[in-house]
């Protein structure tokens, strides 16, 4: 019964994709399939320290713990003997975060702390203020505030208990960004649009249909990108070019490829599948072993024992195989009905993909995830 109301549901999984696969596609704004080159994250990095922790902190063999405290009360003119300084409420963290795109002097972002040394739990920790740099060695945020991890852990005596992970932490709005990466978009007179999935087809009407609002300012360079001359009357206004041209739809193109996962049996398969005409086989071989104990017993007031013996019956039965041919220029809607004819289960239909693109009989790209 389970395996009946399993292959009914992948069934009528792929029937609802067949279904609609053929229908017209829908259209797509361009800002939702590129994006604009130059517009980029960039990534910030800092050594702090997290204080104020109840004992969970780093021990006194993380030596760059006590060394980097020391060196902080030092800033405030306070001298410290670094033979009698504990530091179980104080833990080195690395402090990282993303500096977003258009960002300004002022703003706030969020950040994430994470034990360095053998620290136990940062939670309930405050970190003191970590400059935040990036590849160019730059200081571009300034990071401070409490801690939140999410998790704990207690327990004492070797019974402890722990939740989540106590050694990482974020501070929301915890830095403030003190520098601002410039952004140079349409400076010279032109900007690159990147395809989010390169393919030739999606460019060339990704130019065209710019160029039916701004005659010959597009040109598809590859796959995945479109150069756009700015038109000299926008030069002045970049921002309402660009979304001009975001707004405009176009129709994306997609190879034809079937998604299979093998750990979950799920298979997704795109509406241009197509195959040719090939035969299907499906069936197998069931061997069953049963063991049945006889009991002999011994005619009353006679010295015989009871006997125990066991019959072992082996039983082979071979399940008639399913098969269908499916003709050329078969369709998604073929391919299911010809799983649906010979009863695969999801792991059948797995194999039996594979064997079709193995065989050259099926015309997509089968990728298994």
Partial sequence: MKKIFSVLTLLSFLLLI???AFAESASTRIKDITKIQGVRSNQLMGYGLVMGLPGTGDSDKITQTINATISVLRNFGITVDNSNWKAKNVAAVMVTATLPPFAREGDVIDITVSAMGDAKSIQGGTLIQTPLVAADGEVYAVAQGPVSTGGFIAGSGGNTAQKNFPTVGTTPNGAIIERTVEDDIGTRGQLSLSLSNADFTTASRVAAAINELYPGAAQAANAGRVDVMIPGYFRVNVVDFIASIEELEVLPDNIAKIVVN???GTIVMGGNVTVDE?????????????????????????YGTTIVTSNTDTEATEQLSNSIVMSPTANINDIVGALNAVGATP?????ILQAMKAAGAIHATLEII
């Fill in 347 to 351: 792991r059948d239909c797995i194999s």
């Fill in 262 to 264: 093998e750990r979950t």
């Fill in 18 to 20: 067949g279904s609609t």
């Fill in 278 to 302: 090939c035969a299907i086989t499906q069936g197998g071989l069931s061997i069953r072993v049963t063991r049945d104990n006889d009991v002999t017993q011994p005619n009353p007031f006679s």
